[in-house]
C-alpha cells in the first residue's frame, strides 16, 4: 500500500522529473548554493540528504573490502556525473561527518518578476562562507567630480 506516500510530480513526467533531479543536485554539490523554486528545492533537499549520507557510509567504511567503491557507484548510478561524485565524496561529505542529518536549508527569497513562482535558496549547512576583506589603502576617497564641486563652492 501507498498510504501517505505523496510527493510532488512538479507537472512533469518521471523521466524529466529524474533528470531534473539529477541536474538540480550536480549544481547544488557543485556550486553549494543554487537559487530554483520552492517547490524543487524541497523535493532536491530529500535527494540531496540521502546522496550525502551513501557518501558519508562509504567513508565511514573505508576498508580494503571495496565499500567506498561499492557506494562511489551507488551515487554514481543516480548523478552519473563522475567529477560531482568525487566532489561529493572528497568535499561534501567530509564536512558532514559529525551531522546526523539536515544537510541542507532552503531560505525563501521572495517570488520571481515573471511569474511570480516562490523562489528560494538552497545550500549545504556546513558550507564555507568567504567574506571579501575591503582595502581601505585603495579605496579611492572622492571622485575628480566632487572635488571639482567643493572647489568652486
Same mark, same amino acid.
Given at each position: ?7 510532488? +510530480?512538479l507537472?512533469? #513526467? ?8 539529477? /541536474? ?5 554539490? @557543485?556550486?553549494? %548554493? ?10 532536491? +533537499? ?24 561499492a557506494?562511489? $557507484? ?11 561524485v ?12 559529525? $551531522? ?5 536549508? !532552503?531560505?525563501k ?13 538552497? @545550500?549545504?549547512?556546513?558550507?564555507p562562507v %568567504?567574506?571579501?576583506? !575591503?582595502?581601505?589603502? /585603495?579605496?579611492?576617497?572622492? #571622485? ?10
Amino acid at each position: 500500500m501507498r498510504h501517505r506516500r505523496h510527493r510532488s +510530480r512538479l507537472n512533469r #513526467t518521471t523521466e524529466h522529473r529524474k533528470a531534473l533531479m539529477r /541536474n538540480l543536485a550536480i549544481a547544488l554539490i @557543485e556550486h553549494e %548554493i543554487i537559487k530554483t523554486t520552492e517547490a524543487k528545492a524541497k523535493q532536491l +533537499r530529500q535527494v540531496i540528504e540521502r546522496l550525502v549520507t551513501i557518501a558519508k557510509d562509504g567513508l565511514r567504511a573505508a576498508d580494503p573490502a571495496g565499500v567506498t567503491l561499492a557506494k562511489r $557507484r551507488l551515487a554514481f548510478s543516480y548523478l552519473q556525473d563522475k567529477d560531482a561524485v568525487k566532489r561529493l565524496f572528497d568535499t561534501v561529505a567530509p564536512r558532514c561527518m559529525d $551531522r546526523a542529518g539536515g544537510y541542507t536549508r !532552503v531560505v525563501k527569497c521572495g517570488r520571481r518578476m515573471g511569474d511570480g513562482a516562490p523562489m528560494a535558496y538552497i @545550500e549545504f549547512v556546513d558550507r564555507p562562507v %568567504i567574506i571579501p576583506e !575591503v582595502d581601505e589603502k /585603495n579605496k579611492p576617497s572622492r #571622485t575628480k567630480r566632487s572635488k571639482q564641486v567643493e572647489a568652486s563652492a
